[in-house]
């Protein structure tokens, strides 16, 4: 069965750099969610959207954006990395909101 | 005082043991998830239950609402369930978000 795409896997950045992150949801989910899991923390929610539009905020810096497009993939934009970004992002999408939730393999971001 | 608590936080027992995980959640949910992270970082979920029981396999997860409980448990474990299992809530309304434990690291030895 299909599972949640995220790419890339592994990325490593510069201090002040950019960085996209996709995320491509299992066929039929229209809902995606953003987490953001720092090193030896627990996952905390940044950002999910339902049907293109954002349907809730977590603690996502105003460095960070996101978006979900008509193909229902989402991108998480970060800009002006620092240090402290460095963690494990993790996308999930669900068939519907409040649905279970299935997570993607995770994009380890490295910021140096 | 974290929304969700888990115990323990670590948990290490012998091939074939039977392990018993614990959650417990301070505020109203809809839904109780059970995930699986091996080393490396992958998420599983294992369930989603917003009462009574669920049988997967060797797993079994329960939910007591009132009590606001929630326990996984692992019949004739084996060290391929080494991982960290964490325990998320859904809190409802139109809050989809989910909030989750620290996590309970279990190492299963041959």
């Known amino acids: 069965a299909a599972g949640v795409i995220q790419s890339p896997r592994h990325l490593i950045k510069e201090k002040r750099e950019t960085a996209t992150l996709k995320c491509y949801p299992i066929?039929?989910?229209?809902?995606v969610y953003w987490y953001q899991q720092g090193p030896g923390q627990d996952p905390q929610f940044l950002i999910s959207?339902?049907?293109?539009?954002?349907?809730d905020k977590g603690s996502i810096p105003d460095r960070f954006s996101a978006q979900q497009f008509s193909d229902y993939h989402s991108e998480l934009n970060m800009s002006s990395l620092e240090l402290g970004d460095s963690a494990l992002y993790f996308c999930?999408?669900?068939?519907?909101?409040?649905?279970?939730?299935?997570f993607g393999p995770g994009t380890r971001l490295t910021v140096l | 005082k974290n929304e969700v608590e888990q115990s323990p936080q670590n948990l290490t027992a012998q091939e074939g043991e039977f392990i018993t995980i614990n959650c417990s959640y301070s505020?109203?949910?809809?839904?109780l998830h059970w995930l699986q992270q091996h080393p490396g970082g992958g998420i599983v979920s294992l369930f989603m239950?917003?009462?009574g029981k669920k049988k997967h396999g060797r797993l079994i997860a329960t939910i007591n609402i009132q009590e606001k409980h929630s326990s996984l448990h692992i019949t004739a474990s084996h060290p391929r369930d080494s991982a960290v299992y964490i325990c998320?809530?859904?809190?409802?309304?139109?809050?989809?978000?989910?909030?989750f434990g620290k996590g309970t690291l279990l190492t299963v030895n041959p």
């Open positions: 239950l917003s009462s």
């Open positions: 066929p039929r989910h229209d809902t």
């Open positions: 505020v109203g949910i809809s839904a």
């Open positions: 959207f339902y049907e293109k539009m954002q349907s």
């Open positions: 999930a999408s669900s068939l519907a909101q409040g649905d279970e939730q299935f």
């Open positions: 998320a809530v859904l809190s409802g309304g139109s809050n989809y978000k989910l909030t």
